[in-house]
């Protein structure tokens, strides 16, 4: 809800400037008013288009952005579901890279749609060349892998490479929803937004239709703010993306984990019960063909 009220904001000011332009426009006197009428028509002109080049292309620069964050989802699931593939062939010893491949994901679905603060930590340890614990964690465990035949060692090396794809993948898009919109860039879009109603104010008499008129003006800047702060950030806001999906993911990597569990358990199990008796306990068990 924090962009909602930065849009109210601007909202507000923007609406308080045609108010104070039409404050204006009833205490200057008419003779002066006409005098210089076409020169703030031709700023406002100006300002207008400043305003709506701006606003252009902050939208267009923050819906780039969301749909790049989306495609690098979907590339990071496919990755990871890849990468839990290819640990699962490796055989019994990747066992605990699956597990904490899990873990990882958990973190990452926390670290995007809920725990700003931990991406702020991330985004602070990237730029000293630094990694997450999680993401140690998963490299210390690839380099401890020592692989005992030819098969293992394909498998291992193809791990590598989609975990390096899946790091890489989570740094670029922790880097770029920490490179939204600069405020100082806001602020000067809402002092021009200001400047603009302040001069339609003071152009225009005072009337309810006049006054809705800039309200309503008020409202389309502060929802193009709106639009663009929800679409830099789109794991947060009213417009976020939908994390069924990455919960769809998390749910088949524990699914596979229990198929896994209940494969081997039901493996163990027969093994045991269809044990062969004894010899001796066949002999003894058959009838005494002598004695009948």
């Not at 000067?188 to 809705?212: K, P, R």
């Not at 806001?237 to 039901?266: N, S, Y």
Request: a negative charge; hydrophobic letters at 50%; aromatic letters at 6%.
């Amino acid at each position: 809800m924090i962009f909602v009220y930065r849009a109210a904001i601007v909202a507000v000011a923007t609406f308080v400037s045609a108010l104070a332009g039409f404050a204006a426009h009833s205490m200057l006197p008419a003779a002066y008013m006409v005098e210089s009428k076409a020169m703030v028509g031709s700023v406002l002109v100006l300002v207008a288009s400043l305003l709506s080049l701006v606003l252009s292309l902050l939208i267009w620069t923050s819906h780039n952005l969301a749909t790049s964050q989306q495609a690098q989802l979907q590339t990071l699931c496919n990755s990871i579901i890849r990468l839990d593939f290819m640990l699962e062939s490796y055989g019994c010893g990747a066992k605990r890279g699956r597990a904490l491949l899990r873990e990882h994901v958990r973190h990452l679905r926390k670290r995007l749609w809920y725990d700003l603060h931990e991406r702020r930590h991330v985004h602070r340890a990237i730029s000293q060349a630094d990694l997450p614990e999680d993401m140690h964690s998963m490299i210390a465990f690839f380099v401890s892998l020592r692989p005992a035949n030819d098969e293992q060692r394909q498998y291992l090396a193809s791990a590598r490479d989609i975990v390096g794809a899946i790091i890489e993948t989570q740094l670029t898009m922790i880097r770029s929803l920490d490179s939204r919109a600069p405020l100082l860039l806001l602020v000067v879009v809402l002092g021009w937004s200001c400047v603009l109603f302040f001069g339609y104010g003071l152009l225009s008499d005072v009337d309810a239709l006049t006054i809705a008129m800039a309200a309503l003006g008020a409202i389309c800047v502060a929802s193009a703010v709106l639009l663009i702060l929800e679409q830099s950030d789109p794991y947060s806001g009213l417009f976020r993306m939908p994390q069924e999906g990455f919960d769809g993911l998390i749910r088949v990597l524990m699914k596979v984990e229990e198929m896994a569990a209940d494969a081997e358990t039901g493996v163990r199990a027969p093994i045991g019960a269809e044990n062969p008796p004894p010899l001796a306990s066949k002999i003894s068990s058959q009838p005494d063909l002598d004695s009948a």
